[in-house]
């Protein structure tokens, strides 16, 4: 069976080819969104070049909450329907999962991700929860929980963008006034994702009485990483400050003993300084008398740009077998 899996964001779409349950990936193609009128026209291109006509199945994780008949995405005025999936792509079956659950489920096949880590932790726990969180155009976290009773793992969804920013002191008071002030209120998606390394620059600069000097989250990403301007520096660790804390937050909830995985295109453009600065480490473990335990999770970061596609074919497999 050959199957097409996809993973649509705000930003990009990423597309691959899945054989039995598993990922191709030297057939995997990544495409700006920008460059197209829709999804369809997306999808259209890349059967083109994999010289597929048709497909048995098709996978698609989504940027938004996913219904049995499509979505509309988040941060994209794009609406997938069912029924012009299974026309475009002449193919037999149409699922739709949110992107995070598939990163979710990606977790099932961990040993074929590219991860590099960050914290030991006590090694994992094999058998125990694992947990994937990250900032790209939106924010998001998913739960991969293994069976107890020799079922399948399972994966709780979520939608961890939308919940009140957790902030603490007069500093980080002040970053809520603002984005309050710009949005209505300060939710975890207006902080953590590249509008939001926006925003927190901008306040930045408001703090310090400067005129701001990007308006990209990737220029700043690039001159906090380059030690280049001081301002995207001290917003960068901010950023990674306020990430740490919620990603311990969720570690908490969820007891991801057998590692905390760390996703998405923000989170990956501030690598370097994830590796060698203190704001995420600190932030994370920073909870009281559960300090100790913080330092039991495994702490990897997610460089697989294809990781979502993994977790589209693990789906299609798991499901497939349910059948």
């Known amino acids: 069976m050959i199957a097409l899996a996809c993973d649509v964001g705000g930003t990009n779409t990423r597309m691959g080819l899945v054989h039995e349950g598993l990922l191709l990936t030297e057939t995997v193609a990544i495409y700006r969104n920008d460059d197209f009128a829709d999804f369809y026209a997306v999808a259209a291109a890349y059967l083109a070049r994999a010289g597929q006509a048709s497909v048995d199945a098709v996978c698609i994780a989504l940027a938004s ?31 739709f999962i949110n992107d995070f659950e598939a990163l979710g489920f990606s977790l099932g096949q961990a040993e074929k991700l590219r991860t590099r880590r960050l914290a030991q932790g006590d090694g994992g726990t094999k058998g125990a929860p694992r947990l994937v969180l990250g900032a790209g155009t939106g924010f998001n976290a998913a739960a991969w929980c293994p069976s107890l009773f020799d079922g399948v793992p399972h994966v709780v969804a979520a939608e961890c963008g939308h919940m009140t920013l957790a902030l603490a002191g007069a500093e ?11 949005n209505g209120r300060a939710s975890v998606e207006r902080a953590l994702s590249g509008n939001g390394l926006v925003s927190i620059y901008r306040w930045q600069c408001a703090r310090e009485g400067v005129e701001p000097r990007f308006d990209a989250g990737a220029d700043i990403s690039r001159c906090a990483v380059a030690h280049s301007d001081d301002r995207c520096l ?16 969720l570690a908490l909830a969820y007891l991801p003993y057998d590692g905390v995985y760390l996703a998405g295109g923000v989170t990956r453009a501030l690598a370097p300084l994830l590796e060698s600065g203190p704001a995420f480490r600190q932030a994370f473990g920073a909870k009281g008398r559960m300090a100790g335990l913080m330092e039991r999770f495994p702490v990897h970061l997610l460089s697989d740009d294809a990781s979502a596609l993994h977790g589209c074919a693990e789906w299609m497999r798991l499901s497939a077998a349910a059948r």
Do not use: H, K, M, P
Request: neutral net charge.
């Open 65 to 95: 909450v996913t219904t049995a008949e499509g979505a509309t995405l988040t941060n994209r005025d794009w609406t997938i329907e069912r029924g012009r999936v299974l026309t475009g792509c002449r193919a037999e079956r149409v699922e």
């Open 172 to 182: 980080e008071f002040s970053l809520q006034e603002a984005l309050s002030r710009i």
């Open 234 to 249: 001290a917003a960068a660790n901010v950023f990674l400050r306020l990430l740490g804390r919620l990603a311990g937050d």
